[in-house]
Each structure stands twice: as C-alpha cells, then as structure tokens.
C-alpha cells in the first residue's frame, strides 16, 4: 500500500491524533455535514456516538495493517461489498476523502506537512481502489435514490431532466463552454498554462460537441457506453487517472450552476450528478486501470481550492495529483 517512509508517516501521525480520538472522529462528521450537507439526512436515524466509534475503528484496523498488506486487502474488499447495500457509490469516495484530510489538517496542525498530507493521499487513494474493487457494482448497485422524476430503466438516469435542463443552455452554447474554461482555469490553474499554442475556439467546439453527444444519446446506452468506454481507454495514454475526473465534473457543475440559476434546482443538480458518475464509471471502465495506473503523481502535485459546490459525486477533491493532465478528459 505504501513504502516504508509514508508507512512511518501514517503510523506517527495517526498516533498524534489518538489521544483526541473521539473529538477527531466528531470533527470528521462535522466537517463531512458542513462541506456536502446532502449527507446529513443519511444520518437521521443513527447513532452518532456509535456512528463514530465504527469510524474510529476503522481507521485503527487500517494503520495497525499497513505492514500486513494482505489481510488489509481482503478486509477492504469485504468492506467495500458490504458498502454497496449501503447505497455507496464510487462518486462518494473522494467527499469522505475530502473531510478526513480536512480534519487530519485540523488536528495535526504545523505536523500536517506537505509529505504526511501525500502519505495520507496515496493511502486513501489505494484504499478507495481496492473497496471499489470488492464492490464489483452492478448496474442496480450504483442508481441513487430515486425522486419525483421518472428514472429510466436502462440507464438509471432522470433522462428528461438533463435534456431539459441541457436544452436551456443549449441557446447559450458558446458562452457556456468559455464559462467552463474560466472556471477550470480559476479553480484549477494549473491547467491554464497547457493552452496556451491552443485555438480555445476550436477546444470549446470539442467540448460542446462532447457535451451534445453525451445528451442526445442518453436514450441510445448501448452506443453512449461503446464510445466512453473508448474514449476512457485512449485517456489511459494521456496520463488521466481515476483522481482527475471529479476535478472536471466539479468546473462542469459549477458552470450549469451559473447558467441555469433558478432552474439548478436539487433534483436537477442531482441528475447531472449522477450522469455525470455514470460516464466517469463507463469510462473507467474502458481504462482497464492496473496498480501502476492509479498511483498519484508524487511530484507534481497541486492543492485543490474549496468546492464552489456544496454536495454531489464530482464536487469532492481528495487531494493532489498531475492535475495539468485532468484537461486531457476534454479532448475526445
């Protein structure tokens, strides 16, 4: 799971933290509740106290194996199976990723170094991959929890409320996707400096063709799900990783945001939120993605601003990565 240094790096920090164990898992749910308060609700019936504690526990198991790696990964595929009957989707790892380095920054203080913060990013992130891998989803497994809307049986998608939603911007089109660019460049600056011999004009075509395609073919999953499984193999050569996508989906959401205004709506927000988790998991799975794959860039890392967008499946950022490369997604 992680070499010797950030083994040590995991073990001692994790030691600084146990001797406020139950105010740092308490911290966690608050800050998990402030960050993405959708989640709350799922929390109306449990037990906090108790709540915490099978935290807490979990994240002792974890430390406590790090050397033992492979009955960390049976456990973890196990838990992450478990997961899928408690209506866990891939798209909700990085919001739980999110706060728990949140709260490890809180606790650790002038200790939260920049090695320990990439110790904690790599575990998580192998963490997450191996859950995932135990929860082997199916396609009932990954549909949220249905609302007024119809859901459409194929895809589990409120189909006509991302036409809808799509049409209103669609007269709008080209002040849209330069808004989209403007958002992944203040957000993501990083990002910037890879544009700088492009035509944005031709660039913000591609995205808009993307965008149109993925809209008008909503009710066609058989040749929506053929061309993003491609199109997730060829980003496998461009360097994408699993990390990058939520940095896209989050400029994407925040820009239907702006546009739409009063009609971003909750059930809309959550259409595209789950729209969105769907193309991120088909083409996932086109990438094939082996250990090699996954591993976050060690050098290359940049720090990823607070979300402009509260809750959702692409709004959350576990950590850094070769973010320069995120914007490879777009160029289909």
């Known amino acids: ?33 402030t960050d993405y308060p959708a989640a709350k609700p799922l929390f109306a019936n449990s037990n906090m106290e108790e709540q915490g504690g099978k935290l807490l526990k979990s994240l002792v198991f974890v430390v406590e194996n790090l050397r033992r790696p492979g009955e960390l990964t049976g456990a973890l595929k196990g838990l992450g199976a478990r997961h899928v009957k408690y209506g866990a989707l891939p798209e909700h790892y990085p919001l739980v990723g999110s706060s728990l380095l949140k709260t490890f920054e809180q606790y650790l203080g002038e200790d939260w170094t920049p090695e320990t913060k990439q110790a904690w990013v790599d575990a998580y992130g192998v963490i997450t991959e191996v859950m995932l891998e135990g929860a082997d989803y199916d396609q009932a497994a990954v549909q949220l929890e249905s609302s007024a809307a119809e859901v459409d049986e194929a895809t589990g998608l409120k189909i006509q409320l991302l036409e809808e939603s799509f049409g209103k911007v669609a007269p709008r089109a080209n002040e849209f996707v330069e808004g989209f660019y403007g958002n992944l460049f ?14 944005m004009a031709k660039q913000q075509r591609m995205l808009l063709d993307s965008l149109v395609f993925v809209v008008e073919n909503l009710r066609d999953p058989g040749k929506l799900t053929g061309a993003l499984e491609g199109l997730g193999a060829r980003h496998v050569k461009y360097g994408a990783l699993p990390e990058h996508y939520p940095l896209v989906g989050n400029s994407l959401l925040k820009t239907f945001e702006q546009f739409l205004g009063n009609d971003w709506t909750a059930e809309v927000k959550q259409a595209w939120i789950d729209a969105y988790g769907l193309i991120t998991e088909v083409m996932l799975k086109g990438a094939d993605y082996n250990q090699a794959d996954v591993q976050l860039d060690s050098v290359a890392t940049v720090e990823a601003p607070e979300s402009n967008i509260s809750t959702g499946a692409a709004a959350g950022v576990i950590g850094g990565g070769a973010i320069a490369l995120i914007v490879l997604f777009l160029l289909v």
Do not use: I, R, W
Not at 186 to 199: E, I, S, V, W
């Open 186 to 199: 203040t957000d993501y600056p990083a990002a910037k400096p890879l544009f700088t011999h492009t035509n």
């Open 1 to 33: 799971m992680a070499n010797e240094l950030q083994v040590e790096l995991l073990e001692n920090s994790f030691e600084k933290v146990k001797p406020q164990a139950n105010e740092f898992v308490a911290s966690f749910y608050g800050n998990l509740f």
